[in-house]
Every structure is written in C-alpha cells, then in structure tokens.
T-cell receptor, first 113, second 114 residues
Framework: ELKVEQNPLFLSMQEGKNYTIYCNYS?????LYWYRQDPGKSLESLFV?????AVKQEGRLMASLDTKARLSTLHITAAVHDLSATYFC?????????????FGKGTKLSVIP | DTGVSQDPRHKITKRGQNVTFRCDPI?????LYWYRQTLGQGPEFLTY????????KSRLLSDRFSAERPKGSFSTLEIQRTEQGDSAMYLC????????????FGPGTRLTVT
C-alpha cells in the first residue's frame, strides 16, 4: 500500500522568501504529481514528474523527484500572495492496473505581505 | 469548456435520504475516478472505471454507495441512506489510460448531511 506524507502541513511565509515543501512516499510509485487547491475549489494540476531526477519549473514553483530517496520537493522562490493555497502531492499506485492517486494531507501555504 | 463537470455543485440532504451525483468526464478520456475529500485532508480514492467497467472499489465504499458509468460516458455516484459521516466533497477525475496518466479533476460536489 502506497502512503504519502507531506511536511510541513502548515506554512506561513513572508512575501519574497523562499521555502520548500517535502513529500515522502512509502513504496515504489510510478509517478509523482503536484496539485494546487484554493479554498472551496477543486484541484489544479501543477506538475507531473515521471522519472528519477525529473525537475519541472513553472514561474516561482519548481518540483523535483528523487525515486531512490522516495522524495519529491516543491520549492517556492520569492513567494507572492497569489501562491497562497493548499498544495498536495500524490503518488500513482499502479497495483492491479488501477493507476489511482494516493494523496498526502496537503500543505496549507499562507503568504503574508 | 471541455473540462470535467460535476452536478450538482452543492447538495444538502437529511440523514437517511438518498442522493445521486453526476460526473461528465473529458470526452476522450476512458478512465474515470471518484474520490472523497473531507475537511483538512487529501482526496481519498473511492472507485474507478475503465470505459463502462467498474474495476476497483476502495474499502471506503460501503454497501450504501454505488457507482455506474453506462456506455462509458458520464458516471453517477449514489449514496443510499445517507449518514452525517458522508458529509464531504466528492471529486470526479478523468484520464487517458496512457502515460503520464494525469488525472483532471472536476469542481466537486459538496455534500452536507444534516
């Protein structure tokens, strides 16, 4: 059974600062995904990481994957208020061909002016 | 708009009533997933379809829950004899059965059982 843990669960940071969210998973996961969720809204796909060493960047967000360490990181550079949201990582469990996502509990990010 | 749609967006019901939710996936996607999200938690897998076949159900899906995807297009999720513990956001997602298996989520149906 795939388990996914994120930390921190809550993050309050000042505008302009850098920070990293960590996502550890328990067993082999074929893929790793990052989603953003605004309050009361659904999930928006941010990154799809397909292999060891994969790095993806979009604006102030950069995600990476280390399959040997079973670790993915989401790095925030020079945070702005618009990045305030909850960020989820999810591993892809392909057992029995389901390809279902197993999510972490999420990191609630608040960027303070 | 060609994304995943769900209906209704909000549903308030009394305990013991039956409710049904609908999901329309992205048209070319052959996989459809249902997840449940409670406050402060990540979404949890409930069940999925490949075309019209329901291939897996989570242990979270009690006998009061049933899902269908007739003709491999839209899907419905029915909850019978609702309980207060069923209050949650029900999310539908669709994907292609191909790399990168990326799932696209609908806006969700928020269920409140009073």
């Amino acid at each position: 059974e795939l388990k996914v843990e994120q930390n921190p669960l809550f993050l309050s940071m000042q505008e302009g600062k850098n920070y990293t969210i960590y996502c550890n998973y328990s067993t082999t996961s074929d893929r790793l995904y990052w989603y953003r969720q605004d309050p009361g809204k659904s999930l928006e796909s941010l990154f799809v990481l397909l292999s060891n060493g994969a790095v993806k960047q979009e604006g102030r967000l950069m995600a990476s994957l280390d399959t040997k360490a079973r670790l993915s990181t989401l790095h925030i550079t020079a945070a702005v208020h618009d990045l305030s949201a909850t960020y989820f990582c999810a591993g892809l469990y392909s057992g029995a061909g389901s390809y279902q996502l197993t999510f972490g509990k999420g990191t609630k990010l608040s960027v303070i002016p | 708009d060609t994304g995943v749609s769900q209906d209704p967006r909000h549903k308030i019901t009394k305990r013991g009533q039956n409710v049904t939710f609908r999901c329309d996936p992205i048209s070319e996607h052959n996989r459809l997933y249902w997840y449940r999200q409670t406050l402060g938690q990540g979404p949890e897998f409930l069940t999925y379809f490949q075309n019209e076949a329901q291939l897996e159900k989570s242990r979270l899906l009690s006998d009061r829950f049933s899902a269908e995807r007739p003709k491999g297009s839209f899907s419905t999720l029915e909850i019978q004899r609702t309980e207060q513990g069923d209050s949650a956001m029900y999310l539908c997602a669709s994907s292609l059965y191909a790399v990168p298996y990326e799932q696209y989520f609908g806006p969700g149906t928020r269920l409140t059982v009073t």
